[in-house]
């Protein structure tokens, strides 16, 4: 990495923040400020701790020999800019502002009342800070956090390489999670684009649920790309972003890459011109048909307009698929079991891996019919194990099922990715089994379902 030598070094918050210390400013692309008020608590009381640590007699100017280290900051220096970039540590400089601001008596009102993140840092520093009735202590805290605490500054001018170390720090023992770095890269990949456009996809990325993004990634699309390649699946982690990061600004001009580049590029404003009133069902399928699961993304911008339109989909399939004509409109409870109880977590994700790529491929024709297919192809293992584990699924999955009573030995998902059309899938073959493995009631409620429909 390109570290500049001469900027390297531990800083005090004095330094950071002083009169004398070089401008900071959050990019327009960094999530938002995410810290909770015990976040900020703790920092505070780690920071106290310190300070009452410190030997018997111990003067203000002897905090060098003792400095209390809180972690690493990383910044980017550009050339021709008057400030650095920060980033890593925003949380961390954002919430040691706000505590240097209150410490040294000063207020800052619009922060009172708000429902923001933080906002409710900005009272809960200010609660803490109200504690110190002895104008002493007050001053020798103060003191001890200014010029006793400290954090390891990094710099660098290569802004690739900051984000690529950005990636790999953890935070309190926490790594980044796949999808968060999905999102740093394609960001990077951003970097011509205006801030506007920058921040806008931050803010369409982060409105999203941080679970729901991590299952959408891990439970459903990186399945699907295994399966469909006849691959064995597995926890989907930082060493498989690969699969998401398409066709990029490195990408070699091979015609492969050229032929998904031209087409990523074409197809939007093709389907613009030529579809000015899609009905709502063919504009679905125009975004499908932009959105490709078996063709790799473009990276940048439409990375994040198609990670935000698989997880539209993703949301309403996981209603569509257990929503059931009833003469009442009560919930029907068996599905809703069906839908969210353990013991049926892998059928049901099978379940929905399959139809979202069923319908990313072929459409919503003849849904009806398809839905009460794909119900039986994937909640009949339930039925043929009597314990149904991951490795079973992932077998059956991979059409290598033991022969079991009504378990089909095919891969459908490799199928659906060898067909253009989907008459030639088996998806008619599929049988129920004779009988139940064990006794348990919910599973016979499933088989009747399963030759009844649902």
């Known amino acids: 990495m390109t570290i500049l030598a001469d900027a390297l070094g531990f800083l005090t918050v004095d330094d950071l923040f002083g009169t004398r210390a070089q401008p900071l400013r959050i990019p327009d692309f960094q999530r938002p400020y995410s810290w909770t008020s015990s976040n900020a ?110 954090v390891l500054r990094i710099v660098t001018d290569d802004e690739d390489e900051a984000f690529q170390f950005f990636d790999s720090q953890n935070f309190r023992g926490k790594a980044l999670r796949p999808h968060d770095l999905l999102k740093a890269y394609h960001l990077r990949e951003m970097s011509g684009s205006s801030a506007a456009e920058q921040r806008a996809v931050v803010e369409q990325w982060e409105a999203a649920d941080e679970n729901e993004l991590d299952q959408l990634f891990s439970t459903y699309l990186a399945r699907i790309h295994w399966w469909s390649r006849n691959l064995s699946a597995h926890a989907f982690t930082a060493e498989d972003i690969g699969l998401f990061k398409g066709v990029s600004r490195s990408t070699r001009r091979l015609p492969g890459a050229e032929y998904h580049r031209a087409a990523k590029a074409i197809l939007p404003g093709l389907q613009q011109w030529s579809h000015l009133d899609a009905a709502p069902d063919q504009a679905r399928d ?74 990313n491929k072929y459409g919503e024709q003849n849904f009806p019919l398809v839905r009460q297919q794909l119900f039986r192809w994937a909640y009949t293992p339930r039925l043929s194990y009597d314990r149904l584990t991951w490795r079973s699924t992932d077998n059956y999955a991979l059409g290598r099922a033991p022969d079991l009573d009504g378990l089909v030995h095919v891969n459908l998902f490799a199928a659906m990715r060898d067909a253009l059309d989907p008459s030639g899938l088996r998806l008619t073959d599929l049988e129920v089994p004779l009988s139940t493995r064990n006794d348990h009631e919910d599973d016979v409620t499933l088989r009747r379902l399963l030759n009844e429909g649902i």
């Open 41 to 150: 608590a703790d920092l505070v009381n780690d920071l106290m701790h310190a300070h009452r640590e410190l030997p018997e007699g111990h003067s203000p100017d002897e905090h060098s020999e003792h400095p209390y280290i809180m972690g690493t900051v990383i910044l980017l220096r550009r050339d021709g800019y008057g400030h650095d970039d920060v980033v890593d540590g925003q949380q961390r400089l954002i919430t040691l502002h706000l505590l240097r601001t209150l410490l040294r008596g000063g207020e800052i009102p619009v922060l009172r009342s708000g429902e923001t993140a933080l906002h409710g840092v900005y009272r809960e520093l200010e609660r803490l800070t109200q504690q110190f009735e002895d104008q002493l202590k007050r001053d020798c805290f103060r003191d001890f956090v200014e010029h006793g605490a400290t």
């Open 286 to 359: 125009l975004k499908r048909a932009r959105h490709q699961l078996d063709t790799p993304v473009a990276a940048g911008r439409p990375f994040f307009d198609f990670a935000a339109f698989m997880l539209e989909e993703s949301r309403r399939l996981s209603t569509l698929l257990y929503r059931r004509d009833l003469p009442s409109a009560e919930q029907d409870p068996t599905l809703e079991n069906l839908r969210d109880g353990r013991r049926y977590r892998f059928s049901r994700e099978l379940f929905l891996a399959a139809a979202l790529y069923y319908t």
